[in-house]
């Protein structure tokens, strides 16, 4: 298993440009999410879903949008993009249910976005 | 609301010495929590997690934490630190949906 992928790696936008980051797992988990984390700080959670066709929004949701069309993927949508927006971008993924395996969120690498 | 707090941004020790990370937990009822580390420029490993079972938790490397109720604390510790611990640590406590609630971090410095 790939586990959680995000591409890219990394990305310079400019004010006002859109883009979209892409999250997909091979783990066939129902739960994804979608965080950043700021310079020394913890991750704040932005939308998350609990099943294909199913988001919600989290703590930070502004200037985000998300699509849930598939068990595997989960990108979020930047549109119109600002420099408030420059962060570090985590997706995860989490089983159905409780219990030892449905605890635990598994984290992609991160998407490290600058908006200039 | 949960809540964690993490009380140290930074902590200093000297390889070979007892690691003290401390966590104080707000919630309504009896929560889950976990750690999770955070090696540079990588994403996040968890090390352990408390889900009403057992207070006292063993997790990956070494790293244990106990759940105290009485203190509202979740702190993590290790017994002798190693150079590879040094990263940041963050309290994590969980929320409706399986949202996870983070704490600001604390980052780990381990000296020769």
């Known amino acids: 298993n790939a586990g959680v992928t995000q591409t890219p790696k990394f990305r310079i936008l400019k004010i006002g440009q859109s883009m979209t980051l892409q999250c997909t797992q091979d783990?066939?988990?129902?739960?994804m999410y979608w965080y950043r984390q700021d310079p020394g700080m913890g991750l704040k959670l932005i939308y998350y879903?609990?099943?294909?066709?199913i988001t919600d929004k989290g703590e930070v949701p502004n200037g985000y949008n998300v699509s849930r069309s598939t068990t595997e993927d989960f990108p979020l949508r930047l549109e119109l993009a600002a420099p408030s927006q420059t962060s570090v971008y985590f997706c995860?993924?989490?089983?159905w249910g409780a219990g030892d395996q449905g605890d635990t969120q598994y984290f992609g690498p991160g998407t490290r976005l600058t908006v200039l | 609301a949960q809540s964690v707090t993490q009380l140290d941004s930074h902590v200093s020790v000297s390889e070979g010495t007892p690691v003290l990370l401390r966590c104080n937990y707000s919630?309504?009822?009896?929560?889950?929590l976990f750690w999770y580390v955070q090696h540079p420029n990588k994403g996040l490993q968890l090390l352990l997690k408390y889900t009403s079972a057992a207070t006292l938790v063993k997790g990956i490397n070494g790293f244990e934490a106990e759940f105290k109720k009485s203190e509202t604390s979740f702190h993590l510790t290790k017994p002798s630190a190693h150079m590879s611990d040094a990263a940041e640590y963050f309290c994590?406590?969980?929320?409706?949906?399986?949202?996870?609630?983070f704490g600001t971090g604390t980052r780990l410095l381990v000296s020769p």
């Open positions: 995860a993924s989490k089983t």
């Open positions: 919630s309504s009822y009896s929560p889950s």
């Open positions: 879903s609990v099943g294909a066709g």
């Open positions: 783990m066939n988990h129902n739960y």
């Open positions: 994590v406590v969980v929320t409706g949906f399986q949202k996870l609630v």
